[in-house]
């Protein structure tokens, strides 16, 4: 271990105080490495500018100030970047874009932000819909790995086509598209940095610089990585699942990966909730597992056949209970199918639902 990180360490284990530990971490702090020249996504920043070099160096101090954030990238890079670098090749797009999924979300497909934004790459639901990702009984694309990358390159390369430069871009994917617009109008200004925007988004573009500069160069930052405990990729292969009946339950899904219900979701995170409505979708499962899917879940489906609807019509005199022992069912089933609580008045005519097995 060496660097800075590793005299806070020293300070922490041989002094015990709090006090020298916040002198070590303050005057590295203050002396962080920014390079003489810098590129993002093939462009230059314009560090020869005061102002903008402060700017990035706020945002490496707040980042390894609190270097939580850092080490957790160190740990997921490993197992989630490969699948985007691979993606951006594809697309013949910068690869200094996948620092937009690790500030956005610390690199979690499950991440949920205070606005509603969901996944790594955080969309809302409108703009997700924008770019195909839906959101269904079960299931919610935004959480997808791959179609939320998918979704979120084509956004950026719109955005990029939009303002001409990939900081503008990245303000706008940050705080949108009209309001960024408005702006360059309303100030007269064509270049980000000479935009006044919300603060939020200016110290977002500087953070994917600052995230870029981190990973790229730990060495620079003390960041000694031999030895760390990072997170490998699993091994894992797509399955297709067709649900034809009108609901399947994800413990079904589970057991058919050969695997609990919290590590299925693990490796699937867009599943939500605990049943999948009719539909195809490709689930990921241990490669081990995967020639045994298909039988296992047949066996399942075959042990489990899906129950019969039919509709009651309730006539007078009828009670939720009285319906419920005359099919050999539970007042409680009767409600979770209809919508209704157990105190609902039910009353002559009405069409209740019913799911029976023989």
């Not at 086509?161 to 960024?180: H, Q």
Request: glycine letters at 8%; one cysteine or more; aromatic letters at 8%.
């Amino acid at each position: 271990m060496k660097g800075w990180m590793a005299r806070v360490g020293i300070a922490l284990v041989l002094l015990g105080s709090g006090l020298v530990v916040a002198r070590a971490g303050v005057n590295e702090l203050l002396r962080l490495w920014i390079p003489s020249s810098l590129e993002f996504c093939g462009e230059p920043v314009p560090l020869d500018r005061a102002d903008v070099k402060e700017r990035l160096d706020l945002e490496l101090v707040v980042v390894l100030g609190d270097p939580v954030s850092a080490a957790l990238w160190f740990k997921r890079a490993p197992r989630y970047l490969p699948a985007v670098e691979a993606a951006l090749e594809a697309e013949g797009l910068p690869q200094d874009l996948k620092y937009i999924a690790v500030i956005e979300s610390n690199l979690r497909p499950e991440a949920v932000s205070s606005a509603g934004a969901v996944g790594a790459w955080q969309f809302v639901r409108a703009t997700g819909r924008l770019y195909g990702l839906q959101s269904r009984k079960g299931c919610d694309d935004r959480r997808d790995w791959e179609k939320s990358t998918r979704a979120a390159l084509a956004h950026l390369r719109d955005l990029r086509e939009a303002f001409g430069s990939w900081p503008l871009a990245l303000a706008a994917y940050n705080a949108g598209r009209r309001r960024v617009a408005d702006a360059m109008e309303s100030q007269g200004e064509a270049s980000f940095y000479d935009l006044r925007l919300p603060r939020e988004t200016e110290r977002y573009v500087f953070r994917a610089m600052a995230a870029k500069l981190i990973l790229e160069h730990p060495d620079r930052y003390g960041i000694e990585l031999e030895g760390a405990r990072t997170w490998s990729a699993w091994d894992t292969r797509k399955v297709t699942l067709r649900v034809d009946r009108r609901r399947l339950p994800v413990e079904a899904v589970a057991r058919a990966a050969g695997l609990g219900f919290r590590r299925l979701v693990e490796l699937n995170p867009w599943i939500v909730g605990t049943e999948l409505g009719k539909g195809s979708y490709q689930v990921t499962v241990p490669a081990a597992e995967a020639p045994k899917f298909a039988d296992r879940l047949a066996r399942w489906e075959a042990e489990h056949p899906e129950p019969r609807r039919i509709y009651h019509r309730v006539r007078r005199g009828d009670t939720l209970t009285a319906i419920a022992r005359r099919y050999g069912i539970t007042v409680g089933q009767i409600c979770e199918w209809n919508g209704i609580n157990r105190r609902s008045t039910i009353y002559p005519g009405q069409t209740l639902v019913l799911l029976l097995t023989d």
